[in-house]
């Protein structure tokens, strides 16, 4: 065989092992945990899902758990591949702090997928527009199926000049049952994300729903970031998808990261960051919130995380940098 023979043989066996990985990648059943049906995680979950299997034939379903803690177990453990989840509540997890009794060395970054308001709201008919005005009245704590809820809540009431001893609490499960015990009366206030599929619910049960304003300035970052290292604030705009947003306001905010686990391939890794930020109009499109996909920014350094190695060559690829931790 010639040289030039040779070099063409060779490239068409590369080529051939390329092709065979990523056949094998899309061939891979791979699920994302997710929380329960309802909840932000598993809506936006789904729209990534679907939206996989659709332009890249990849074949990927939603898992739901109870909550955070399972999730990333399922994760860690190798019974999922993939998760959505909120970059504190991972580095806890890694540590095995917070609400973690042990460490998962397991979990992995893949991408910053957009930033994640979370806030307390209440019926419009209530009355009240701030968090500062719950004091004396009710929130929702326990959290024992969710409780990463615990840290988020006490991150708003600090953000609002109170505490926990401030407020009432009266204790409930998970995300879902927080928004109907709220609609029933049984509390004052419920938490969850904006954009919340179960917020725009309630909202039309109830006669209108309101997110409570917090104040964002200085002190109350370094409140907030007493709770959780990754917590910051984002201004929000009223707009039909940011349901109980009437006036342009700040939020108590983390970012959504996607997490794999050390066992899931570089392949599979890169073939779905392709249909995140490939396709990512029509994931916008399909989920509101997920408009904010920004390669640009996707490659973000958090505190005590790596990245997946699949992930660490997608980005390569596409030229971006890493944001440092700020």
């Not at 009223?238 to 794999?260: C, K, Q, S, Y």
């Not at 073939?271 to 920004?294: H, M, N, S």
């Amino acid at each position: 065989m010639t040289r030039i023979g040779q070099r063409l043989a060779n490239c068409a066996l590369a080529a051939a092992v390329l092709i065979g990985g990523a056949a094998t990648a899309l061939a891979q059943v791979a699920s994302i945990s997710t929380p329960p049906q309802g909840s932000v995680w598993n809506t936006m979950a789904s729209v990534i899902a679907g939206q996989a299997r659709t332009s890249a034939g990849m074949r990927m379903v939603v898992q739901p758990y109870g909550g955070n803690a399972q999730m990333m177990q399922s994760v860690n453990e190798g019974l999922a591949e993939f998760s959505l989840n909120d970059v504190n509540d991972v580095i806890s997890a890694v540590e095995g702090s917070g609400e973690y009794t042990a460490a998962m060395p397991n979990l992995r970054v893949v991408a910053r997928v957009n930033p994640f308001p979370v806030g307390l709201y209440v019926k419009e008919s209530s009355g009240l527009k701030a968090v500062a005005e719950l004091k004396g009245r009710s929130v929702p704590s326990g959290w024992d199926a969710f409780p990463i809820a615990r840290s988020h809540i006490s991150a708003i009431l600090a953000a609002g000049g109170l505490t926990w001893d401030d407020v009432r609490q009266v204790p409930v499960p998970e995300l879902i049952r927080g928004s109907d015990d709220m609609a029933s009366g049984r509390v004052d206030s419920a938490f969850f994300a904006l954009g919340g599929p179960k917020v725009a619910e309630v909202d039309a049960s109830v006669g209108g729903v309101r997110f409570l304003t917090i104040e964002a300035n200085d002190d109350t970052l370094a409140r907030i970031r007493a709770v959780r290292p990754a917590f910051y604030f984002s201004q929000v705009t009223p707009a039909p998808p940011r349901v109980g947003v009437h006036e342009p306001m700040a939020f108590v905010t983390w970012d959504n990261i996607l997490v794999a686990g050390a066992h899931v391939s570089d392949a599979q890794v890169e073939a779905l960051l392709g249909v995140l930020f490939d396709e990512a109009e029509a994931i916008g499109t399909a989920y509101p919130p997920l408009r904010a996909l920004d390669l640009a920014s996707a490659y973000k350094a958090y505190p005590g995380l790596d990245y997946h190695p699949g992930a660490v060559a997608f980005f390569a690829k596409r030229g971006i940098a890493q944001t440092p931790v700020e």
